[in-house]
């Protein structure tokens, strides 16, 4: 059983990707923050966002709203 602090996190996340159009799964280690800001900023005009979340919740609130198939990519760096 999750957390509660997760389980919210979990919510967030699967109304996000129920609401989201496209979703792009990107490794965003070794960015500065002021660079993953101005990323934010860039997508922010389009209607688009940018999250950093861990992988098991994310896999968790995309199975949630019927998406499968993140595991092989979620798990593909750590092999």
């Not at 900023?41 to 995309?62: D, Q, S």
Request: hydrophobic letters at 45%; glycine letters at 8%.
């Amino acid at each position: 059983m999750p957390t509660t602090a997760k389980a919210h996190a979990i919510d967030g996340l699967a109304d996000s990707l129920q609401r989201a159009q496209l979703a792009v799964l990107t490794d965003y280690r070794g960015l500065k923050v002021s660079d993953l800001q101005t990323l934010r900023g860039t997508l922010r005009p389009f209607g688009a966002e940018f999250h950093v979340a861990k992988n098991t919740l994310t896999r968790i609130a995309a199975e949630q709203v019927g998406i499968d198939g993140l595991t092989p990519f979620s798990m593909a760096r750590w092999r």
